[in-house]
């Protein structure tokens, strides 16, 4: 079974093929597909049973495509803004340093990404 990481590589791996390929609004679907799957997770009960370190890293994908998905993106696709959602939500839990590091960490992402 894979772990959360592993499945937000994987999805990574999908993100640069649609980058690749210049699907912008398959893009756009795809980080905001993820970002949802990791606010699910970290909105429900789902957290009971998991250690301190298992959250954290939920909270942290959840703030990394939500960032994505305001990266990329697309009127009447994903409207921008996830990222300061996800922030507001999680500003209990992680510090502002935390979730800039999620934010530098998907801008080098879209950066690496990016087609020459």
């Known amino acids: 079974m894979k772990t959360e990481r592993e499945h937000s590589l994987e999805a990574e791996n999908h993100l640069h093929t649609f980058v690749r390929q210049a ?5 756009a679907r795809h980080c905001q597909a993820m970002q949802q799957r990791y606010a699910l997770c970290c ?3 789902y ?5 301190y370190s298992e959250v ?3 909270m942290e994908l959840w703030l990394y495509w939500a960032a994505l998905q305001d990266l990329y993106a697309m009127p009447d696709v994903c409207p921008g803004g996830a990222f300061a959602a996800a922030s507001k939500k999680l500003e209990p839990f992680l510090d502002i340093g935390e979730a800039e590091a999620q934010r530098r960490k ?3 992402t879209y950066r690496a990404f990016r087609p020459e």
Do not use: I, K, S, V
């Open 23 to 27: 699907r912008w609004e398959r893009c």
């Open 43 to 45: 909105e429900q009960t």
């Open 47 to 51: 957290f009971y049973g998991l250690d």
């Open 56 to 58: 954290t890293e939920l």
């Open 106 to 108: 998907a801008a080098d």
